[in-house]
C-alpha cells in the first residue's frame, strides 16, 4: 500500500531540502540543547541515587521505588497525549484553552485517584507512613498533566533550547531539594519532594517562557477528537510502561533478587544512554516531520507528506545511535568495573546483550510522531500491544532458565519490534527504508572496523596492565575516531553514496 505519490514525494523533498540547508544549524544547535539538558538529568539522578543508597535503609528505598512505579502509571495517564495534540495540530489560542482545560481535569481526577489510595492505606490498613508518601506524590499529577501542554507547546513553537533551560533548572532544582531533604532527615520523603519540585519549576518556567495560561473552557467536539487521539497515545504509553518493568518482576520471581538486581543495573545503564539518544531524537522528530509536513508545492498547496524527512532522520539516527550501542557492549566489561565495582562484574554480559536489543529498538523512537502526523496513530497501538506480549512472555519462558538466556530472549523481542516499526513507518507513514538499508552498508563497514580497533586495544590494554579507566577512555576515543573517519572515508570514495544530509553537489 503506498499512501504517497511519487510526485508529491519529489515536491516535498525539495522543499525539505531547501528548508535543511536553510534551518541546519538552527537544527543541530536544538539536538545539542535537548541532548546537553538530558546528559544534566541523567547526571542528576544517578547523583540522587547514589547518596540515597547510602543514605536510606533498604526497606525504605524498596517502598519508594514500588510506590513510584505505581505513580509513575498515574502519572502517564494524568498525562494523556495532550502535548503530542498540541505538536500534531495547528492550535488556535481558544483551541490551547481547550487542551489545557482537559488537561487540568483529567490531572484532578487522577489526583482524586491517589488521595483515594492514600486514605484507604491509612483508614483501612493502619499504614500513616505509607499514607503520607501516597499524599505527598499525589501532588505531582496535576502539574504534570498541565505540563505535558506546555511541553508540546515549547516543541510545536520550535522553543527546544528553552526547553532544554527549563529542563535543566528544574533537575537542578529538584537536586537542591533532595539533598535538603536528605540532610534534614525527610528520609524517602525528600526523594519524592524533590521531584515535585523539579515538576514544579518545569510548570512555573515553561508558562513564564510562553506568556500563556490556560481560560477555562472546554466544547465536546474538539474534546471528543482530543480524547480519541489521547486514546491512541496513551495505550502506547501503558504498553511501553508495562513492557519496561516485566523483565526485573519476572526474574526476581523466577531466579531471585540477586539476579533481578543484576539485570536492572545492565536495563539501567543501558537505558541511561537510550534516554540520551531517543529524547532528543522523538523531539527533533515531531519538529522536522511537522515542519516537513507543512511544506508548500509549487501550486500554493500544503504537502502533507513527511515520508521523505522521515528517511534522512532514520539515516542519521542509525549512523549515530548504532555505534554508541555496539560500543558500549564492547567495553561492558571494563565500565562495569569502574562505575560499579568487582561485585557488579556479571551485569556485564548482560549490559552488552541488552545494547545489541537496543539497536534494533531505536528506530521506534520515530513511529510516533510520523504516524500522528500522517494520520495513522490509530495502527500503533495493535502493534505496541503485539511487541509487549511477545516481549512478555519470551520473559515469562526464558527467565527459569537464567538471566541470560531472558536477556537473549529480550533480543528477539527486539527484532519483532524492529520488523514491526519497519512495517508501520514503511506503509503508513512514507519512511524509505530501502534506501535506509541501502546506505547502512557503510555504517556496517564503520562499525566493523570500530570493533577491532576497541577489542585490539582492550587485548592491548590487559597485557600492559593498564588502569581500567584509562583502558575504557583510550577505547571509546579511538573507536569513535576510527568510525567518523571511516564513513568520512567512504563519502569521499564513493561521492554522495555514504552521505547522511542532502548537500548540493
Known amino acids: 500500500m503506498d499512501n504517497f505519490p511519487l510526485r508529491r514525494k519529489s515536491v516535498g523533498w525539495t522543499g525539505l531540502r531547501h528548508w535543511l540547508r536553510s534551518r541546519l544549524p538552527s537544527v543541530v544547535g536544538d539536538g545539542a540543547s535537548t541532548l546537553v ?19 536510606l535503609e533498604s526497606a525504605e528505598f524498596g517502598l519508594y521505588a514500588f510506590s513510584s512505579a505505581i505513580m509513575i ?44 489510595a492514600a486514605a484507604t492505606a491509612w483508614l483501612v490498613f493502619r499504614r500513616p507512613h505509607e499514607a503520607a508518601l501516597l499524599v505527598l506524590f499525589s501532588g505531582w499529577f496535576l502539574p ?19 526547553q532544554a533551560v527549563i529542563r535543566m533548572a528544574s533537575e537542578i532544582a529538584g537536586l537542591c531539594c533532595t539533598m535538603l531533604g536528605l540532610w534534614l532527615g525527610w528520609s524517602i520523603f525528600s526523594l519524592v519532594a524533590g521531584r515535585l519540585m523539579s515538576q514544579l519549576v518545569c510548570l512555573g518556567a515553561s508558562a513564564v517562557v510562553l ?20 486514546r491512541h497515545i496513551l495505550s502506547n504509553r501503558l504498553i511501553v510502561f508495562l513492557r519496561s518493568y516485566s523483565g526485573t518482576l519476572a526474574i526476581g520471581s523466577f531466579l531471585g533478587l540477586a539476579e533481578a538486581g543484576y539485570y536492572r543495573v545492565a536495563e539501567r545503564i543501558v537505558a541511561a544512554f537510550s534516554e540520551l539518544i531517543g529524547e532528543p531524537a522523538r523531539m527533533l522528530a515531531w519538529t522536522l516531520f511537522r515542519r516537513s509536513a507543512m511544506v508548500m508545492s509549487s501550486d500554493g498547496r500544503p504537502v502533507r507528506d513527511a515520508g521523505a524527512a522521515a528517511t534522512v532522520f532514520m539515516m542519521v539516527l542509525m549512523a549515530i545511535s548504532t555505534p554508541i550501542y555496539l560500543g558500549l557492549s564492547l567495553i561492558s566489561s571494563n565500565l562495569i568495573e569502574v562505575v560499579l565495582g ?30 500522528s502526523l500522517s494520520g495513522n496513530i490509530r495502527r500503533m497501538p495493535p502493534t505496541l500491544l503485539l511487541n509487549a506480549l511477545v516481549s512478555v512472555s519470551l520473559i515469562l519462558l526464558l527467565a527459569p532458565f537464567g538471566v541470560t538466556a531472558a536477556a537473549w530472549g529480550q533480543c528477539a523481542a527486539s527484532l519483532i519490534s524492529f520488523l514491526t516499526s519497519m512495517h508501520l513507518q514503511k506503509n503508513y507513514g512514507g519512511l524509505g527504508w530501502g534506501k535506509v538499508l541501502r546506505k547502512s552498508g557503510y555504517v556496517v563497514v564503520a562499525i566493523a572496523l570500530m570493533a577491532a580497533a576497541v577489542y585490539g586495544l582492550g587485548y592491548f590494554a590487559e597485557t600492559l596492565s593498564m588502569r581500567r579507566i584509562l583502558t575504557v577512555l583510550l577505547q571509546v576515543a579511538a573507536g569513535s575516531a576510527i568510525y567518523a573517519c571511516t564513513l568520512l572515508a567512504l563519502e569521499k570514495i564513493f561521492g554522495g553514496a555514504a552521505s547522511i544530509l542532502p548537500v548540493k553537489r
Open 37 to 55: 539538558s538530558k546528559i544534566v538529568a541523567q547526571v542528576v539522578q544517578l547523583l540522587i541515587f547514589l547518596v540515597a543508597a547510602r543514605v
Open 73 to 116: 502509571m498515574l502519572v502517564v495517564i494524568a498525562e494523556g497525549g495532550w502535548g503530542e495534540f498540541v505538536m500534531k495540530a495547528e492550535c488556535s489560542a481558544r483551541e490551547l484553552d481547550q487542551v489545557g482545560t482537559i488537561s487540568i481535569i483529567a490531572g484532578m481526577l487522577v489526583t482524586i485517584v491517589g488521595l483515594a
Open 144 to 162: 504534570s498533566s498541565l505540563y505535558a501542554v506546555y511541553d508540546g507547546l515549547l516543541v510545536a513553537r520550535g522553543l527546544l533550547r528553552r
Open 211 to 230: 506568556g500563556w495560561f490556560p481560560r477555562i473552557y472546554l466544547t465536546w467536539p474538539l474534546a471528543r477528537e482530543i480524547l480519541e487521539f489521547s
Open 342 to 371: 568487582d561485585k557488579w562484574a556479571p551485569a556485564a554480559v548482560l549490559v552488552a546483550i541488552l545494547s545489541m536489543k537496543q539497536v534494533l529498538l531505536t528506530p521506534g523512537y520515530v513511529t510516533e510522531a510520523l504516524l
